[in-house]
Every structure is written in C-alpha cells, then in structure tokens.
C-alpha cells in the first residue's frame, strides 16, 4: 500500500511488535527505518526492557541522538522490572541533575527500585522529589510511596503517608494492607480491611485479600484466615486465585495444619501453581514432615526443574531429619542438572547513603578483620546472656564445632556487625536479606536488640522482623 516507509506506521509497526514479543521483529522494522525519531529509539529500548535484555537496551539508548523524558523513563522502568534498582536510581539521579522533566510513571520507577533495594534515605529523596514536582497528592504515587515506605521497613512513615493522602483507591487501601501484614500488624491490617469496606466508593479486590491473608498467615490467625477466604468469593465475588491459595496453604502451614494444607491444596478449584507447592514445602521444613516434603516437592521439581530454592528446601527438611542418604540423592540431581544454589546476601545501608553487601562467609569487605572481630565480642557477650548456637540451622553433615563457625558467618550476622561498628549501639539498623533468616540467626538478632539496645529490622524475602529489647515483632512465629 505504500505505507511501509511511512514513519508512523513504522513506529506503530514496532510498538505492534513489542507487544507481541517478538524483539526481532521489532529490530528489523528499526533497523530498515530510513528516518528515525525519538518514538522509534524510545520503543526498541522498551522491546529490549520488556525481554530483559538490559545491556541491548543501554547500547541503543546511548546511540539515541536525542533523548526527551518519555526516553529516559524507558531505562528507568526496565531497570526497575528487571531487578536492577541501583541502576534505576543512576537513571532517576541522572535526569533530576540534567534538569529533564519527570511525570508519575518515573516516578513510580524510582519508587520501585527504592523499595526492591529497601534503601531509607534514597526513599525519602524520592518522596521530596515527588512533592517538588507537584506529585504529593496524586493518588498512584502515593499509593506507591505508601509500598515503597513499607518495604524499607518503615511502616509509620507508610501509614503517615496513607493517612494524610486526600484521595485513597483500592490500590492505596491494598498497598497499606499488604505493608501491614509483612511487618507482622495483623489486627492493624484486618481493622484497615474493615474502615476500607465500609466506604461506598473503594471496592476490595484480589490484591486487598492476598495482603488480609498474608496478615493473617504472619499471624497464626486460622479461623480468621478461613473467614476472610470464604468472605472474599461468597461476599465479594472474587473467585480465588492460585495466590489466594498459596496464602491459605502458608497459613495453615505455618500454624502446624500440614495435613489439611494437603487436603486445600488437592480440594483447589485452579490448577496449584509453584507458590503452592512452594509454601506447602517451606511449612514442611518448619515442621520436620519429610512426607508431605517430598509429595511437594515432586510437583516442584516438574513445575520449576531449575528452582534451586526447591531443591535446597527439600534436601533441607531431609538433613534436619538425619536422613543423610536421601540428601545426597536430592544433591547429586542438583549437580546433575547443573544447579547451584543462590548465595545468602544481606545489604545494610550507611549514614552516607551508600549500601554494602555481604555474603555468606564473605572476606571481600574492606573491613573484614574489624567486623569479624566485632562479631566474635558480640557473640561472646550474647553467650554470656544465654546464648546457644541453634546448630540445626546447618544442615550439613559436619561437626558441632564447625557449624558454630558456619553460623558465625551467615550473611545477616556480617551485617549486624558493621551496623554496629559504623553506628554504634542505640541505634537503628536496617537489613535486607535474599533469603529466610534462618533460626539462630533469630535469636541473635533478637539478644544483640536487648544486650546493644539497637532496634533491629530484618527484611527477609518472606516479611521483617522488628528486634527490639530482646523481642521480635512476629513473635517467634514465621
């Protein structure tokens, strides 16, 4: 028809394409454009953020002859969804600097990556920025403020937010749940729940019940669990989802109810998908059933044949129970199909900003010497409080002696130290882990909070921990 070469077609061509996901498509239209405008640049970085491919992304942004916001925020929110929150804030720094313009879906990409990385004063920056531009009271940045707050463990400043934003939505009202419920406030998310439904314009949906749920998971709450699950279809028409159920199963799970979390999960209406099973398998290793383990575990393994987390969790559960042969089995199928497990990284934010890593047993900090010696004074006073290394939380075949060092070097731990050689005790130290803490890492936590009279918040990839005065927030139930 002669439009081929037509530059609006082209860039709808392109956009066609990337939705579709098909970036080679999408390359090949780009590449045979004999004029190119900045739509065209800004969508081969979307195609290329959206397949996760980062590094093609970044060659063709800085080919880009010319750059406007919609380019830049493009970066900024393919950072973001691809896990890359440091870079996301480069971008967000970089465009705050140039003096380029920002808008909500910019800022909902920093506000992002601020949460992933869990970092307080990068969260407040952002917050400014937003109110700067004229952002305070638009409903999606606050509801995403509201998120972000949540999960950089600060829960008050999140419902500070929440409670001076004029104008709330069911995504604010789920926000706010959701950040409630990881931080162990049940009965604050459930009466939240409560103020929501009796307002005539904000409706709950799926979102608002897998954070009423997960409250109620993180706190022991059965028959509240069961009444909100029935609410939700019977009351509010929402047919659950595998995510509803993934909360019911944990719930139960965690409450010791193995058995009947089985029964759920066989009695599902949709097909359980690997958060199921996922849950169903992490209860078991709370609870010793190497039974159940293993029927999880066997639906995992062919749901998810490269979740290594799946594999660790089971052959876990099966040393916890000394059964060493089945271990070795579970380990040889994991090198068999080339799976290394994901190393334990704790990160802990300084006074300037700058976040540091740590890994398990890690030696590349330049002041390792210092925080490990910190770390064995520390211990030593814990010991004296009444401190006793919960050496199962190694489940390795190996002496007592030499789990107690494994555990000396266990990510968070590193991390405590540093916070408190950097800070100082009285303090507030902030943690963020990829993995569950595990059980002597807990009650460590929880002697250093009364013996350092620091409060300690933990974010580990299932909800955060609040160690203050020899006490946690989720009460020794997680």
């Known amino acids: 028809g002669g439009f081929d070469k037509h530059r609006f077609v082209e860039n709808s061509l392109i956009g066609a394409y990337v939705a579709c996901g098909d970036v080679g498509a999408a390359r090949k239209v780009f590449d045979e454009m004999v004029v190119k405008d900045v739509i065209s640049w800004t969508s081969i970085v979307v195609a290329y953020s959206k397949s996760g491919d980062m590094g093609c992304a970044e060659e063709v942004f800085a080919q880009c002859p010319v750059k406007d916001m919609v380019a830049w925020t493009a970066m900024l929110t393919g950072y973001a969804q691809n896990s890359m929150p440091a870079k996301a804030l480069e971008v967000f720094d970089r465009m705050a600097t140039?003096?380029?313009?920002?808008?909500?879906?910019?800022?909902?990409?920093?506000?992002?990556?601020?949460?992933?990385?869990?970092?307080?004063?990068?969260?407040?920056?952002?917050?400014?920025?937003?109110?700067?531009?004229?952002?305070?009271?638009?409903?999606?940045?606050?509801?995403g403020l509201v998120d972000m707050y949540a999960k950089c463990g600060l829960i008050d400043e999140a419902r500070s937010v929440f409670d001076g934003m004029q104008e709330k939505n069911v995504y604010t009202y789920s926000s706010m749940i959701v950040g409630l419920a990881s931080h162990g406030r049940a009965k604050e998310a459930i009466a939240l729940f409560k103020d929501m439904v009796r307002r005539a314009d904000v409706v709950p949906n799926h979102v608002t019940f897998i954070g009423l749920l997960t409250a109620c998971s993180h706190a022991g709450m059965v028959r509240?669990?069961?009444?909100?699950?029935?609410?939700?279809?019977?009351?509010?028409?929402?047919?659950?989802?595998?995510?509803?159920?993934?909360?019911?199963?944990?719930?139960?799970?965690?409450?010791?109810?193995?058995?009947?979390?089985?029964?759920?999960?066989?009695?599902?209406?949709?097909?359980?998908?690997?958060?199921?099973?996922?849950?169903?398998?992490?209860?078991?290793?709370?609870?010793?059933?190497?039974?159940?383990?293993?029927?999880?575990?066997?639906?995992?393994?062919?749901?998810?044949?490269?979740?290594?987390?799946?594999?660790?969790?089971?052959?876990?559960?099966?040393?916890?129970?000394?059964?060493?042969?089945?271990?070795?089995?579970?380990?040889?199928?994991?090198?068999t199909r080339g799976l290394k497990k994901d190393p334990a990284v704790s990160s802990f934010e300084g006074r300037d900003g700058l976040v540091h890593q740590f890994f398990a047993g890690d030696n590349s900090h330049p002041k390792t010497n210092e925080i490990k010696k910190a770390l064995l004074e520390l211990a030593a006073k814990l010991k004296h409080a009444g401190y006793v290394p919960i050496l199962t939380s190694i489940v390795y075949d190996v002496s007592d002696g030499e789990k107690e060092?494994?555990?000396?070097?266990?990510?968070?731990?590193?991390?405590?130290?540093?916070?408190?050689?950097?800070?100082?005790?009285?303090?507030?130290?902030?943690?963020?882990?990829?993995?569950?803490?595990?059980?002597?890492?807990?009650?460590?936590?929880?002697?250093?909070?009364?013996?350092?009279?620091?409060?300690?918040?933990?974010?580990?990839?299932?909800?955060?921990?609040?160690?203050?005065?020899?006490?946690c927030s989720c009460g020794g139930f997680w």
């Open 98 to 143: 140039i003096g380029m313009g920002i808008d909500e879906v910019s800022l909902t990409g920093a506000i992002s990556a601020c949460a992933q990385l869990g970092a307080v004063r990068r969260a407040a920056w952002v917050q400014e920025i937003a109110e700067r531009n004229g952002f305070g009271q638009n409903v999606i940045v606050g509801s």
């Open 224 to 335: 509240d669990g069961h009444f909100y699950f029935a609410q939700m279809k019977d009351k509010y028409g929402i047919l659950p989802s595998a995510d509803h159920y993934t909360c019911m199963v944990d719930l139960l799970g965690r409450a010791g109810l193995v058995d009947e979390a089985l029964d759920l999960v066989r009695s599902m209406i949709v097909e359980p998908h690997g958060g199921v099973w996922g849950a169903l398998l992490g209860a078991c290793r709370i609870h010793g059933n190497t039974d159940v383990a293993k029927v999880a575990a066997e639906h995992l393994f062919k749901l998810e044949p490269e979740g290594i987390g799946n594999y660790v969790l089971l052959s876990n559960t099966l040393a916890s129970a000394g059964k060493w042969d089945e271990v070795s089995k579970v380990r040889k199928l994991m090198r």
């Open 405 to 471: 060092r494994l555990l000396m070097g266990h990510s968070e731990k590193l991390a405590l130290s540093f916070g408190l050689l950097t800070l100082g005790s009285r303090c507030t130290i902030r943690i963020v882990k990829n993995l569950r803490i595990c059980d002597d890492c807990h009650l460590f936590m929880r002697l250093a909070s009364r013996i350092e009279q620091a409060e300690i918040i933990v974010r580990d990839n299932m909800r955060f921990h609040h160690f203050k005065d020899g006490e």
